[in-house]
């Protein structure tokens, strides 16, 4: 059981916007710890795909963006492509646990 | 850019220890850390734990507290990450990552670049 809750799967059509929701609670996301985002293609490692607000490594595209409100933050992806098909988990900092934590990772399949 | 490469796949006996090894080449910041995150098979990721090694301070996951050790060796600019007493539940791809700018032991930090895993099966 992740700390972080995030839906097992999304999925959408090429073109469409997906949100990806990660939803924390008071000791994590609420207290204001910062929310990144990571995606990992199939049989690959983890990559950071978008951190703190909306900053990005190079590379990663615009169509890709965040929010984040209470207790809660987004993942969006305007104009999902192919490409995009992969896991995806949010990562935040939990002070009752005094470490890193991850959602429990989203599979978005294009359709 | 700094790239990562770890060591090779491990098959352990339950109750043995395993010692996974990440260098890092291509620079290196002063401040930066090393974590280790595992991913056990069809699973999501999991936090394990935090060095820093300018200090050499860690951060353990409570999960994994007391069969844990994470260590660094400035002069090569390696990272270890050693787990004991191993059950089959371990079986996972350990990665190790690079924070490039860390801001602590204790922080929200991103985790910048991956390593490329190292898959441990344990199995009697």
């Known amino acids: 059981q992740s700390v972080l809750t995030q839906p097992p799967s999304v999925s959408g059509a090429p073109g469409q916007r997906v949100t990806i929701s990660c939803t924390g609670s008071?000791?994590?996301?609420?207290?204001?710890?910062?929310v990144h985002w990571y995606q990992q293609l199939p049989g690959t490692a983890p990559k950071l795909l978008i951190y703190v607000n909306n900053d990005r490594p190079s590379g990663v595209p615009d169509r890709f963006s965040v929010s984040k409100s209470g207790t809660s933050a987004s993942l969006a992806i305007t104009g999902l492509q192919a490409e995009d098909e992969a896991d995806y988990y949010c990562q935040s900092y939990d002070t009752s646990l005094s470490g890193s934590i991850f959602g429990g990772g989203t599979k978005l399949t294009v359709l | 850019q700094v790239q990562l490469v770890q060591s090779g796949a491990e098959v352990k006996k339950p109750g043995s220890s395993v010692k996974v090894s990440c260098k890092a080449s291509?620079?290196?910041?002063?401040?930066?850390?090393i974590d280790w995150v595992r991913q056990a098979p069809g699973q999501g990721l999991r936090w394990m734990g935090r060095i820093i090694p300018m200090f050499g301070t860690t951060n353990y996951g409570q999960k994994f507290q007391g069969r844990l050790t994470i260590t660094a060796d400035d002069s090569t600019s390696t990272a270890f990450m050693e787990l004991s007493s191993l059950r089959p539940e371990d079986t996972a791809t350990y990665y190790c990552?690079?924070?490039?700018?860390?801001?602590?032991?204790?922080?929200?930090?991103?985790?910048?670049?991956w390593g490329q895993g190292t898959m441990v099966t344990v199995s009697s």
């Open positions: 291509g620079g290196s910041a002063s401040n930066f850390a």
């Open positions: 008071s000791s994590n996301i609420g207290a204001g710890y910062h």
């Open positions: 990552v690079y924070t490039t700018e860390s801001t602590g032991l204790f922080t929200d930090d991103a985790f910048d670049i």
